[in-house]
C-alpha cells in the first residue's frame, strides 16, 4: 500500500512557494530493485564528454562552463563540468581543490553581473554520471526568489532578452578568462542599421515574440531527469545537449576625404575601445575615442579613416 502524507506540508504556505490553491500529494511510488544507469554509465553515452569545446561559453585545461540553449526566466544559469568523466566523489585531491576555487571564481563572476543579488549553487547528478555544478543567478530584489524554489521559478518567469543573455555569457566568460583558459561567448551583434520606419520595427519584434520557443529551464534539463528503467530506448535517444549559440562580428569602416579645394583639412581618429575585464568586478565594454585636429595646405587631400567598433554566449 503507498505512503500518503497525511496533510499538505508547511512549506506551500512559504512565500518562496510558486504556486497556491488547492494542492494535493502525490501518491508515493514503489522502489525499484535496480535503479536505471545514468548518463555516462554502463552502456550509456556520456553528453559531457561527447560535447566540442565551442558548446561551452569557456574552456579550460581541466574545466569547462555552458550555459542553457536559450535565455530563460533568471539572469543567468551556468553548468560548471570537468573535462574529466567523473563524478564529485570520484575527483582526486588537484580537481577536488580546483573545484573549490572554481566554484568561488565562477560565483563570483556570476554575482558580478548587474542586477544580481545572490548566486545559488546546487549539485544534484541524478541524470548524468558526468560531475555538473548548476549556478542559477537570483535576481536583485526579488525577495520571492528567495530560497530552495528558485529553480522552480527559472520556467515560470518569462525569459529574459536574448541580447542582455548574450551580453551576460559574454561578460561572465570574460571574467573567467582573467585566470586563465579561453571564452567562447561573445557579446550581441550591434545593429548599425536603423529600421525604415517604426511599424516595420514593431512588426519585426511582433513575429520574433510568436516564434520564440518555450524557455528551456533547469527543471526540464535531461541532465538531471533520470530515465526510467522501463524505457532504455527513449533513454538513449535523449541527447541532452544544450548550446549557448555563437554569434559573427560586425563592423563599420567609415572613411572621409577632406575637400581638396578647401584651406584646411581636419584629420579625426577615433575607436579605441577597451574591453580588458577588471579584477575584482565584471568586464566593462566601453569606448574610449580620442581626437586629433591637425592642418594642411589647400593644395593637399587627406583621407581619415575611422574605424567602426565590432562587437560580436553554449550549453
Not at 575527483?91 to 565562477?106: D, F, K, Q, Y
Not at 563592423?251 to 581618429?269: I, K
Request: glycine share 8%; hydrophobic share 35%.
Amino acid at each position: 500500500m503507498h505512503d500518503t502524507p497525511p496533510a499538505v506540508p508547511d512549506f506551500t504556505q512559504w512565500p518562496s512557494f510558486p504556486f497556491e490553491g488547492d494542492l494535493r500529494v502525490k501518491q508515493l511510488e514503489d522502489p525499484v530493485p535496480v535503479e536505471p544507469p545514468r548518463k555516462g554509465e554502463g552502456l550509456r553515452e556520456c553528453t559531457a564528454c561527447n560535447a566540442p569545446d565551442d558548446a561551452y561559453i569557456w574552456v579550460g585545461e581541466r574545466w569547462r562552463v555552458r550555459a542553457m540553449d536559450r535565455p530563460t526566466g533568471l539572469p543567468m544559469v551556468l553548468i560548471l563540468e570537468s573535462r574529466s568523466h567523473l563524478d564529485l566523489g570520484d575527483l582526486p585531491n588537484l580537481l577536488a581543490a580546483e573545484l573549490g576555487v572554481m566554484t568561488v571564481r565562477l560565483e563570483r563572476a556570476i554575482r558580478s553581473l548587474d542586477g544580481v543579488a545572490r548566486v545559488h549553487v546546487n549539485r544534484w547528478g541524478d541524470g548524468s554520471a558526468h560531475l555538473h555544478m548548476w549556478f542559477l543567478a537570483r535576481p536583485y530584489g526579488r525577495l520571492q526568489l528567495r530560497g530552495t524554489f528558485l529553480s522552480l521559478w527559472d520556467s515560470i518567469l518569462p525569459p529574459i532578452s536574448e541580447s542582455q543573455w548574450r551580453e551576460n555569457l559574454a561578460m561572465v566568460a570574460a571574467w573567467l578568462a582573467e585566470f586563465g583558459g579561453r571564452p567562447l561567448a561573445e557579446p550581441p551583434r550591434i545593429q548599425w542599421q536603423a529600421p525604415s520606419s517604426l511599424s516595420a520595427q514593431a512588426s519585426r519584434k511582433q513575429e520574433a515574440a510568436e516564434q520564440q520557443e518555450e524557455p528551456v529551464s533547469v527543471i526540464e534539463s535531461d541532465e538531471e531527469t533520470p530515465v526510467p528503467a522501463a524505457d532504455p530506448d527513449a533513454a538513449e535517444a535523449d541527447t541532452g545537449d544544450v548550446r549557448a549559440g555563437d554569434d559573427g562580428t560586425a563592423g563599420a569602416d567609415v572613411e572621409v576625404t577632406a575637400d581638396a579645394d578647401s584651406a584646411d583639412a581636419e584629420d579625426s581618429n577615433g575607436g579605441q575601445e577597451d574591453k580588458a575585464p577588471r579584477h575584482g568586478g565584471h568586464p566593462r565594454h566601453d569606448d574610449a575615442p580620442a581626437s586629433a585636429t591637425t592642418s594642411a595646405p589647400a593644395t593637399t587631400s587627406e583621407t581619415a579613416t575611422s574605424p567602426g567598433t565590432a562587437t560580436s554566449p553554449g550549453r
